[in-house]
């Protein structure tokens, strides 16, 4: 079924094209979104059981962007009724009028090129099976019960098992002179984190899953947790890593870790603007193995972050970042790509209707190759399976790179020894590691339980993900 539109901009709407009309009476370009967000977040442990709201993204409020001889000027609000149109069009109009301000000694003014797009109307909503919303608190709270007290009963050296489980549901409609647009949007993440116990020894193993739809996904989290546990107790043998580079065979969960690392933020094309990141130097040289080709988009998958589209009003794309090694574009949002003199590619987002659009990844991934996983470990001498990624940051100036991996599998001529190190610090230099990339297996899976912060730790929803990959490594 499909997700349903809100009340709540249902509602609104006949207010916000009477702003918009008046708006555009006195400005070249007049802009509204209007977002209807909201979710929740529940665990359950050995020690404690909560629900608790979505807080960061879970609002209803509005944002107008108005233009007038090349300046832009945005206002937020989070409320309208008849009676506050007057008001709102003149807070606007302030708001416009000390944009046009003489800047400080120092500072440079950018002026866009006032540029509409086509006309579009549009309504899309994603699927779902089962709604969360209706199923209710009592009852998924009974579900997560039931996982942890499936998991904890696997071994006596389980110290705590935790279950959790978060959905957001969200609708949008974006207007303007050309386009009306509504979308409807749920994701459910969820995530189990086992924590096993010898002597004086604690480790803790976590795997998380993520899918575009509903509470179905609760389904996916009572299977499979034998292995979970596993890992956990396997972690209570665990080596420190030696320090120095090896062949890896990376599972597709640290694919997706380096690809977001790697060439996410770096791609982010506000970041051109800013002269803040080295890939605007290297469009159209390979920077990469000719087996790597890297896509972003919110219609490039369908996971957390798919979205019809952005929060500037521009369909969602799926752009080949680099095609067969070669560094081909990045990223935009509206206004990096008037300043670049390029197309926006759908990826201005922002974090509530309080916060400004940035341009930020959406869903990030490396295509497939031909290679089969055992292929791969039986070609190496000495090296290491990586497995679940915890953490990571980049350098876009410098194109570092620094990420956290929990496992460390150990591959001795060609085999799988049993060993595992933890934790690892996979460092480099990002050409270097994606120039040694050497195989790529046919299936592409992606992840997208985490949340990717910038600016001012604005946070919104992204996947990221690929095949097997096997490249040259630093590990620490």
């Keep these: 079924m499909k997700v349903q539109e809100s009340v709540f901009i249902r509602q609104k709407k006949p207010l916000l094209l009477k702003l918009r009309d008046r708006l555009l009476a006195e400005f070249e370009y007049a802009s509204i979104l209007a977002v209807d967000c909201k979710g929740r977040s529940y665990s359950v442990s050995g020690r404690n059981v909560s629900v608790s709201e ?12 108005v233009a007038k001889d090349g300046r832009y000027a945005e206002y ?16 606007i109009r302030a708001v416009a009028e000390a944009s046009n301000l003489t800047l ?25 099976d089962v709604d969360p919303e209706a199923l ?4 998924i709270l009974s579900r997560l019960t039931e996982i942890k ?16 489980f978060t959905w957001q549901k969200y609708s949008k409609l974006f207007l303007s002179r050309e386009k009306d647009m509504e979308q409807n949007v749920l994701w459910a993440t969820g995530g189990i984190s086992v924590m096993a116990k010898k002597g004086q020894e604690i480790k803790s193993h976590g795997h998380s899953y993520s899918k575009l739809g509903g509470a179905e996904l609760l389904d996916e989290m009572g299977e499979d947790l034998e292995s979970h546990v596993q890992v956990a107790i396997d972690l209570l043998q665990s080596q420190r890593m030696v320090p120095g580079e090896y062949e890896c065979v990376c ?4 694919t997706g870790m380096i690809v977001h690392e790697a060439f996410g933020h770096g791609v982010e094309m506000d970041m051109f603007v800013k002269n803040r990141a080295q890939a605007a130097e290297y469009i159209g040289e390979y920077v990469a193995s000719p087996l790597v080709t890297m896509h972003d988009g919110a219609c490039s998958a369908q996971q957390t972050a798919t979205y019809f589209f952005d929060d500037e009003g521009t369909m969602a794309h799926d752009t080949i ?27 201005g987002r922002r974090e509530s209707f ?14 497939g190759g031909t290679d089969s996983v055992e292929d791969m470990i039986g070609s190496i001498k000495y090296g290491f399976l990586l497995q679940d990624p915890s953490s990571g940051m980049e350098d876009p100036k410098n194109w570092g790179i620094q990420c956290m991996v929990s496992i460390a599998r150990e591959i001795k001529d060609g085999k799988l020894t049993g060993r595992i190190f933890s934790p690892c610090v996979l460092t480099g230099y990002v050409p270097d590691l994606l120039k040694s990339v050497s195989a790529m297996s046919p299936t592409v899976q992606l992840s997208g339980s985490g949340m990717c912060g910038k600016g001012w730790k604005e946070w919104v929803k992204v996947s990221d993900g690929g095949p097997y990959m096997k490249a040259k490594i630093r590990l620490g």
């Design 54 to 65: 979505d807080t960061r993204s879970g609002s209803r409020g509005f944002v107008v962007r």
């Design 251 to 254: 599972d597709p969960a640290t």
């Design 149 to 164: 007290d499936k998991g904890r009963a696997i071994s006596d050296q389980i110290l705590d098992f935790t279950a959790r």
């Design 354 to 367: 309080r916060r400004k659009a940035y341009t930020r990844m959406t869903n990030t991934w490396f295509e």
């Design 76 to 91: 937020s609000f989070n409320a309208l009724s008849e009676g506050d149109l007057d008001k709102v069009a003149e807070d």
């Design 136 to 139: 209710g608190d009592e009852a």
């Design 104 to 128: 400080p000694e120092g500072l440079r003014e950018n002026v866009y090129e006032i540029h509409p797009g086509e006309e579009t109307v549009f309504v899309g909503s994603t699927e779902l």
């Design 321 to 347: 970042i680099i095609d067969k090694g070669v560094l081909k574009t990045g990223i935009s949002d509206f206004q990096s790509a008037r300043i670049l003199g390029t197309e926006p590619t759908g990826n």
